[in-house]
């Protein structure tokens, strides 16, 4: 418990990560998954914010997530100001099979990017992508055709394709393609995953971690104890995105 | 039995207007008893969200007795349609609600509306006759004892009630459920035209169907539990406090002065879980009905050590009640020095931080917008809420879990790759077995947006009362289970439960419902040996059910809640299960039940002897002196 100013104490750097996106996109099933590899079906909704913690080791360095998980309502958006201030890391949650989630977090990403702190690493994921994919259980090769531009490596057999993969792709509202191109062009790291599953979810945290101006952290946390305030004032770092890390992801995953 | 008009309508649902117009009272798809202990319907224009929800699932039956025992005349205002005018009700503010707006019914119809109002017109007058014969004065038996005794018409079926909360949006679907809030909605607008009358009551055979009018929203229940009016008014009293509880009455006022059409049920999106939670509190919980606070039971110099770990240090300058609970119960809260709060106020704050979303969220800490209407309307403040312990108590718990605040107990050091289901505590923890299921939480209400501040001033908190010992001591009072009580720990022959509400304090206490009430092991039960038939299981629940439910009666009667003459000073009833008496007198009021084959005048000696040992052991029972700062 008394982890606020004691970072020095265990050697964790803290980052305070948000959660933000539209209801029932799945934002706290990540969460879940990602700090007890959990998940629940039919969740109930969150109700202001939830607020845990998880440690996450990259290479040598142990970060410890302070992470808001914020209820998606529309009620609760002029709360959220209070729940990003001062992160230095954000995830913008939408859901592949409801277009209008996308929507809803393109306008998040705006806001953020316009009234967040200027540092901030903001990650885009497209959740449920399970429904969009053939039950592994379906067969044994679970290697059905999952989205067009992973298709060539899907040498599925035709004849379980057409029965387990035409039905979950019908569902997915938001071509991955074009999401992609979206974070890329805003400067985001973009997933898509699965918190039933748990494809993607590390991942994000992972990369997140990677980007994450640590020493930055570690520079301004010695004053203060409170990173987040000190980071803001900070040298104002590009708010673009090396996309190469993007592409590395899943190599070397921060042992979380 | 011919005498009563209830004979006259044996249909229990579909006829809420004896006598009324038929062809629109097809009300029976939405009314008819589902599985769910209750129902909740928010209703507005394209919400499709009919959210009808469970929050109970024992519905139980009917049990041949009871029919054939119905002699007794009904209470005069058990039958025949009833609308009163607002009398003086002491939680209901409802001068508020006058001239604020009136409900649009659905556009186009002034025919079907004046037709309503024609049927109505006669029934009110078939009314008159009925209620005269009604109102005789109920007989006194017993002069000497000068116990008013409340004839008692005995429902021992205790169907779901259903909830409604109503918009002024004009209804466009056309299912059935549709036209039956149009129906309601015609109702209610019908007497604000007539004569800025407010629908209270609508009595139909065994069911009432009651109304609430808290513009923009108007709330209905629809219940054939033979309840006074009183009670199922003020559910939906309560229900409207936890609508505002999540949206605040200014902001609920300006979306609908901007669109009538406002969709409520977008408005209170993800607050379905907090409203049905409240509703199943509203069928059990006599502090509810009571509008008093049911603190846990527990040694006066533990309660006292923990009070004192919360009094804030002046730096948490925005904090205003800190609040410690354990299994929903409060065990000690801490004030500023001139506020006092509103046991309403608290039964919305528990609710909500006990619904699902709360308690079961993984979460180490919830930090969420309440308003809590009672203290102020219009504005939100900001509720820190930490359960310390949460789940199942078995032994190991305590040390690890409430020394360091949950959150380490969920999320091991610095783990190697996502770790194997490393469950948070308690969850999913359902193999039955040892152990009382345990919760503490610490509540801590800001006024400012300030989390940091309050997370660690809590911290330190909880570091306090765990490091001298108060937390772990309350823990095990949880879990041996001295922090409820039998009934027979009192030896009062006959006595099977009562509840008793200190009136200085505002406070109850009662023992734990047992046989034959004890719903929780009779399900337990039943669950064990699932080759018995299901029927048997619900015999408790529909004793329970009965036995709130004359306590109720008595609540109402000896605080003349549903337009009574007057109120009493005693009232007893007898059914053929049990006696009970409600008694109250300056410094508190007592619900007593005890076997049916009792004496009135054992009933008597039962109740003072109850008195007496409250007297003695109200250190333990109330939460009598909590620190301010």
């Not at chain 2, 139980?60 to 054939?68: D, G, K, Q, Y």
Request: net charge neutral; charged share 20%.
């Amino acid at each position: 418990m008394a982890e606020s100013g004691s970072g020095a104490a265990d050697k964790s750097v803290q980052v305070k990560l948000v959660l933000l996106g539209e209801a029932a996109v799945g934002k706290s099933s990540i969460v879940l998954r990602f700090v007890s590899n959990e998940f629940q079906a039919n969740k109930e909704p969150t109700i202001g914010a939830a607020f845990l913690t998880q440690k996450c080791r990259l290479e040598d360095r142990v970060l410890r997530y302070e992470i808001w998980d914020t209820a998606g309502q529309e009620r609760f958006h002029s709360l959220a100001p209070m729940y990003y201030r001062n992160a230095q890391a954000a995830v913008v949650v939408y859901d592949v099979t409801k277009a209008s989630s996308l929507e809803k977090a393109k306008s998040w990403v705006k806001e953020l990017q316009r009234q967040a702190n200027p540092n901030i690493v903001i990650a885009l994921a497209g959740n449920k992508v399970d429904l969009v994919q053939p039950s592994p259980s379906a067969s044994g090769s679970g290697s059905a055709v999952e989205s067009e531009d992973e298709a060539d490596d899907a040498t599925a057999t035709p004849g379980e394709n057409a029965a387990a993969a035409e039905q979950p792709e019908s569902l997915r509202q938001v071509p991955r393609d074009e999401a992609e191109a979206y974070a890329k062009e805003a400067g985001l790291l973009f997933f898509e995953t699965s918190a039933k599953t748990g494809e993607g979810v590390v991942e994000i945290f992972t990369e997140i971690a990677k980007k994450i101006p640590i020493e930055h952290i570690l520079a301004s946390s010695r004053g203060t104890g409170r990173p987040g305030a000190a980071g803001r004032s900070g040298g104002a770092q590009e708010g673009g995105v090396n996309l190469e890390e993007n592409a590395a992801k899943g190599k070397d995953a921060c042992n979380c | 039995m011919s005498t009563t008009p209830r004979s006259r309508t044996p249909s229990r649902v579909g006829t809420p207007v004896p006598g009324g117009s038929p062809s629109r009272l097809v009300l029976a798809p939405p009314l008819r008893p589902t599985h769910s202990l209750t129902n909740l319907r928010v209703y507005s224009k394209s919400s499709s969200s009919g959210a009808s929800s469970s929050s109970h699932s024992t519905s139980p039956s009917t049990t041949p007795i009871a029919i054939s025992a119905v002699n007794t005349p009904p209470p005069g205002n058990a039958e025949g349609i009833l609308v009163t005018e607002a009398e003086a009700e002491p939680d209901v503010e409802e001068s508020e609600a006058i001239g604020i707006g009136r409900v649009a019914s659905p556009a186009g119809d002034e025919d079907s509306k004046k037709n309503l109002r024609d049927h109505l017109r006669q029934t009110l007058s078939y009314r008159q006759s009925t209620a005269d014969m009604a109102s005789r004065p109920p007989k006194k038996k017993s002069k000497t004892l000068n116990l008013n005794e409340l004839p008692h018409e005995l429902v021992d079926s205790f169907t779901p009630r259903q909830y409604f909360v109503l918009t002024e949006a004009d209804s466009t679907d056309s299912d059935d459920s549709a036209s039956a809030y149009a129906l309601m909605q015609a109702l209610i607008s019908i007497f604000l035209d007539d004569n800025n009358d407010k629908l209270r009551c609508i009595n139909a055979g065994a069911t009432r169907i009651t109304f609430l009018l808290r513009p923009p929203l108007y709330y209905v229940c629809i219940s054939d539990w033979g309840e006074p009016e009183g009670v199922t008014r003020n559910h939906l009293e309560y229900l409207h406090l936890q609508i505002l509880s999540v949206v605040t009455a200014s902001h609920l006022r300006k979306m609908f002065e901007r669109r009538r059409n406002s969709d409520l049920g977008r408005l209170l999106g993800g607050a379905e879980n907090i409203l049905n939670s409240l509703l199943h509190r509203l069928e059990w919980d006599l502090a509810l009905s009571t509008s008093s606070l049911h603190c846990l039971k527990l040694d006066t110099g533990l309660r006292a050590r923990l009070a004192d770990a919360l009094v804030p240090s002046s730096k948490a300058k925005d904090v205003l009640y800190v609040i410690l609970v354990a299994n929903g119960q409060v065990v000690t809260l801490v004030r500023p020095k001139k506020h006092s709060i509103h046991p309403a106020d608290l039964h919305i704050l528990v609710n909500t931080i006990y619904a699902p979303s709360i308690l079961t969220s993984p979460a180490a800490v919830s930090w969420l917008p309440i308003c809590l209407p009672k203290f102020n309307p219009n504005g939100f403040v900001n509720a820190y809420v930490n359960f310390l312990v949460r789940g199942r108590g078995d032994e190991d718990e305590p040390g690890q879990n409430t020394a360091s605040s949950a959150e380490e107990a969920s999320s091991p050091t610095a783990r190697e790759g996502p770790a194997p289901a490393q469950s948070a505590p308690g969850k999913e923890e359902e193999s039955g077995g040892r152990g009382k299921d345990i919760d503490i939480g610490l509540v801590c209400i800001s006024g400012g947006p300030d989390f940091e501040t309050v997370r660690t001033w809590c911290d330190s908190v909880i570091k306090k009362m765990g490091s001298d010992g108060a937390l772990d001591a309350l823990i095990t009072a949880v879990r041996t289970g001295a922090t409820v009580y039998s009934v027979s720990e009192l030896g009062i022959p006959g006595l099977r439960h009562f509840v008793y509400k200190s009136r200085s304090h505002v406070q109850i206490t009662a023992p734990v419902f047992e046989d034959p009430y004890d719903v929780k092991r009779e399900q337990q039960r039943c669950v064990h040996a699932s080759h018995y038939s299901l029927l048997p299981c619900l015999t408790a629940a529909a004793a329970a059910g009965r036995l709130i439910t004359l306590y109720q009666t008595l609540h109402d009667a000896i605080h003349a809640r549903s337009g009574q003459a007057g109120s009493l000073k005693l009232q007893y009833i007898k059914t053929q299960k049990e006696s009970v008496m409600g008694w109250i007198t300056q410094p508190f009021e007592l619900y007593v039940a005890l076997s049916s084959r009792l004496p009135k005048s054992a009933v008597v000696g039962a109740a003072n002897a109850v008195a007496r040992w409250v007297k003695k052991e109200e250190g333990r029972l109330f939460l009598t002196n909590a620190p301010v700062f």
